[in-house]
């Protein structure tokens, strides 16, 4: 595990749990932390080939590794990424209790709500997946939606894990970010963001995935909507395929 960033109490918590912390990250005019430092300096100290990223106020269950380990059985490389649930937390959550991944679960099967499926909370990548990455800004919007669609362009299968991976968002004001809420979402460092994105139509998310995991395995998603979306997205990912040609593959099956 890495934490990255030099917010108050990262260090602590990283010599507490004797995490590797990389406190030096690349940041924009506004003190935001860059998405291309982040993932670059991760990828430099990782001693593994599988990854993953977690913004800091998502708590995952123990299902996530079932989910890896199961997907690199039957389709590796792959880009895992899931739905989150909302959920308040009033307290600090003692991980070090034996039942502490059963106590969340019910947690979550009480208080929590699922999120839409615009929102990307956390990813699991092979490592090099992804080589220049913008400087975007961290939690502005849209730099999770990137992320999806070069994998997808880059034709690396997209997993919706969000049937079997408990994903846990912890509910926050946006007290951090310059201008609250509304200056995350439409302040200048989005609008920086949208640019780096290259357009509307490089907006991918959940509903662009190309596969499925369930309890029952792993399955191509094939419904009308995914078809008629990945159709319209056809030129975001593959601008030199003629549309009819696209379309044509897109009926054969998930890729």
């Not at 009480?110 to 400087?135: S, V």
């Not at 919007?141 to 408990?166: E, F, G, M, R, Y």
């Not at 946006?174 to 509307?200: C, D, I, K, V």
Request: overall charge neutral.
């Amino acid at each position: 595990m890495i934490l990255l960033g030099d917010d108050l109490g990262t260090a602590h918590i990283a010599s507490r749990f004797g995490i590797r912390h990389i406190p030096n990250v690349q940041r924009n005019e506004y003190g935001t932390p860059l998405v291309n430092s982040l993932f670059a300096q991760a990828e430099a100290a990782a001693a593994y080939s599988v990854m993953g990223y977690a913004n800091a106020d998502i708590m995952l269950r123990t299902n996530i590794l079932d989910a890896v380990e199961r997907t690199r059985e039957v389709k590796w490389p792959a880009l895992l990424i899931g739905r989150r649930w909302d959920i308040d937390v009033a307290e600090l959550w003692d991980f070090d209790t034996p039942d502490s991944d059963e106590c969340l679960r019910r947690h979550l099967e009480k208080y929590g709500k699922p999120h839409d499926r615009h929102a990307m909370d956390y990813f699991i990548f092979p490592r090099g997946l992804w080589r220049e990455i913008p400087p975007m800004a961290i939690g502005r919007t849209l730099w999770d939606n990137w992320l999806v669609w070069k994998a997808h362009a880059s034709k690396i299968p997209i997993i919706d894990v969000s049937a079997v991976v408990s994903a846990i968002h912890q509910n926050h004001d946006y007290s951090h970010a310059n201008g609250a809420r509304r200056g995350a979402w439409h302040g200048p460092e989005a609008e920086r963001n949208f640019a780096l994105l290259g357009g509307f139509d490089r907006i991918f998310d959940l509903r662009d995935a190309t596969w499925q995991l369930t309890p029952e395995g792993l399955f191509p998603i094939r419904t009308l909507p995914s078809v008629v979306r990945r159709f319209t997205h056809a030129a975001a990912v593959r601008p030199l395929v003629r549309p009819m040609q696209q379309f044509k593959r897109l009926m054969q099956g998930a890729s």
